[in-house]
């Protein structure tokens, strides 16, 4: 019998000077270790929800980054390595000194950044949709386009117009799907989503990925107009203790491929 989902629970901290939104999970009996998960570039906590639900026996852990859902926007420009020190002093803020880190497309840069730059602090890491960043097999020019702004976390219609030609699978064809995401969207502020576009820019994990210690699971899509799959490969022959999971569909497989997503994390975690 599958268990019934978590509820989730949102509150503020202030990291720094700047008022954070953090949401989690705290289900009885969870494992020990938290699992602190990173979005994508200008996704807000809730896009996470439906995961985090099902994410049963763990306590699942995110926050908004500035600018983005309910965090108070910063004026500060960072680099990646300046998200995992700000990520390192969040952890410092909830008391988790040592969590499994996961990182979803964007995200999935600022994790390889973390476990590389705070390795004692990451106990196993998760990479879902991800690559090693500026140097990659691209994309095609018009995904690449569209994804350089914001736009589609502004506008509804739009978003169900190209969700089939940027996240693929499902999405291509169920356009009750595309409905569905789009309710969960908080548009980032501009300057935020800027931010993390600058974050990542000139940004590669391609010289040290071999360096990442920690037990690391790489989940993809084999499907992805964003991230095309021959980059999971890559990096699952970069990180020396990887596996590597494929999934028959696109981008967004933590949300179209739900319950296979969570049992394949589950088992690697626990």
Not at 206 to 228: E, K, V
Request: positive net charge; aromatic residues 10%; charged residues 20%.
């Amino acid at each position: 019998m599958r268990a019934a989902p978590h509820p989730i629970e949102h509150w503020f901290e202030h990291i720094g000077h700047k008022r954070v939104r953090i949401a989690a999970t705290n289900p009885d009996g969870a494992h020990p270790r938290p699992l602190l998960v990173f979005n994508g570039i200008g996704a807000a906590a809730e896009t996470l929800e439906l995961f985090m639900r099902r994410m049963t026996g763990f306590r699942v852990v995110t926050f908004d980054v500035p600018g983005v859902g309910a965090s108070e926007s910063s004026a500060v420009l960072r680099r990646l390595p300046g998200y995992a020190k700000f990520a390192a002093k969040l952890m410092d803020k909830l008391g988790i000194e040592r969590a499994f880190v996961m990182g979803v497309s964007w995200g999935g840069g600022l994790a390889q950044q973390f476990a590389y730059q705070f390795p004692d602090r990451c106990e196993r890491l998760v990479l879902a949709a991800t690559s090693t960043g500026h140097l990659m097999v691209p994309p095609s020019p018009r995904v690449m386009l569209r994804m350089a702004t914001p736009f589609r976390y502004l506008s509804a219609g739009y978003f169900r117009r190209i969700a089939g030609r940027i996240y693929g699978g499902d999405f291509r064809s169920n356009e009750v799907l595309a409905e569905r995401f789009s309710r969960r969207m908080v548009p980032p502020s501009l300057w935020s989503y800027v931010n993390q576009l600058y974050a990542a820019t000139g940004w590669t994990s391609l010289f040290w990925a071999h360096r990442i210690s920690c037990p690391t699971l790489i989940m993809a899509g084999d499907d992805d107009p964003i991230i095309p799959i021959v980059n999971a490969r890559i990096l699952h022959r970069l990180i020396p203790n990887a596996e590597l999971e494929v999934f028959d569909c696109g981008h967004l497989f933590l949300l179209t491929r739900l319950e296979r997503s969570v049992a394949t994390i589950s088992k690697f975690l626990d």
